[in-house]
């Protein structure tokens, strides 16, 4: 419940407020809530498994977003940011995508 | 997907991708969240005040990044789309440009196809008119002219008395022209000086003026003209007459000889004062 609240409070922050990104984190933008995506499922998964952990949650969720954009900036660095951040969403795709199946099973029994 | 007891269970030796895809496939964020469980037997009854603050932070983190740039995005994509359009008008400008170029460009080629044509035709004319232009001035005398003829020099008789008809007349001379001219001169002068149609042969005192300059004997005519048949022919005519006349009675001395190359100077251009062209066109 208190999940819900807080991603309604934030979306409606996001769109409401329109806080300016800086020109320099936008290329990190994408790559960011798509981390954070993966680590939302990964705790709604252990959730429904009864093993979620809040403590696990949140540092999970915040090395994520780092980790994404760190590693999308070093590759702007040497020059591949465009593969790199192909690279990282494709793995943190068929991660979410493993996280929703196992949510499905649990939801539908199917 | 359908075999949830496999997760973490080697598959055999494969290929690193298969091994990596294998990784991933099986080995979720849940990993963690089962080494938690199994460190803390069990799990706390509910969350703390500060887990719930932590929670909310991240939740509330996730909200603000998913809405800013979903915001990103949507502003993003206008601005896109004010390029595209932006970018099609100004291509179907330059078109519409180009074609414009195009058919004036198709109207100046037909311009200067008709000018060309147009330019052909004046030279034509103009070559024309120049070979009319020479042969007038050969004509009328203002051309200086060569090429072969006659050249004929008449004297007063050796013991001529004035009176008596050893003396060259200026109709004797007029008829030794107009006989050249009826037997095909083109060209005359005497004494260097070229005859047209209006000059005139006439006496002054006592010396034969030719367009009112006076000649000293002997009267040189040079007539260009067909050196073969020339002489015999004007012999033929009235002036040629006369002058074997003149020449059997009188003693006038008068001798015809050809020449392979003539050279007459031109005339002033006679000016008409009374004859005005007929413009019929």
Known sequence: MIAVIGLLIGIAAGLFLEPTVPEALQPYLPIAVVAALDAVFGAARAHFDGIFDDRVFVISFFSNVLIAALIVYLGDQLGVGGQLSTGVVVVLGIRIFSNVAAIRRHVFHA | ?281
């Open chain 2, 1 to 281: 997907m359908t075999q949830e007891g496999s997760r973490g269970a080697t598959t055999g030796r494969a290929t690193p991708t298969e091994g990596l895809l294998a990784q991933l496939l099986n080995t979720d964020v849940d990993e963690e969240y089962l080494v938690a469980a199994a460190r803390t037997a069990s799990p706390a009854a509910g969350p703390s005040n500060a887990r719930r603050m932590q929670i909310s932070a991240a939740v509330v983190t996730f909200g603000v990044l998913l809405g800013v740039s979903v915001i990103k995005t949507e502003r993003d994509r206008p601005q896109a789309l004010v390029e595209r359009t932006q970018v099609i008008a100004q291509i179907s400008a330059r078109q519409t440009r180009l074609d414009r170029l195009h058919n004036k460009l198709r109207f100046e080629q037909d311009r200067v196809a008709d000018l060309q044509t147009s330019v052909a035709a004046l030279v034509t004319s103009a070559s024309r008119l120049g070979g009319e232009a020479d042969m007038l001035g050969v004509a009328s005398g203002e051309t200086a002219v060569h090429g072969p003829g006659v050249v004929v020099t008449a004297d007063n008789a050796g013991d001529a008395v004035p009176g008596a008809g050893g003396i060259i007349l200026d109709t004797d001379l007029q008829a030794l022209v107009n006989g050249l001219w009826a037997a095909g001169a083109e060209a005359i002068a005497i004494n260097g000086h070229r005859l047209s149609t209006m000059t005139a042969i006439r006496f002054a005192g006592q010396a034969i003026t030719v367009d009112y300059r006076s000649l000293t004997p002997p009267y040189i005519v040079a007539a260009i003209g067909d050196p073969n048949t020339l002489p015999a022919r004007f012999l033929e005519t009235a002036g040629g007459q006369v002058w074997l006349g003149l020449r059997a009675n009188f003693g006038i001395r008068f001798r015809t000889r050809t020449a392979e190359r003539l050279e007459l100077p031109g005339r002033p251009p006679d000016s008409l004062l009374w004859a005005h062209r007929v413009t019929s066109r």
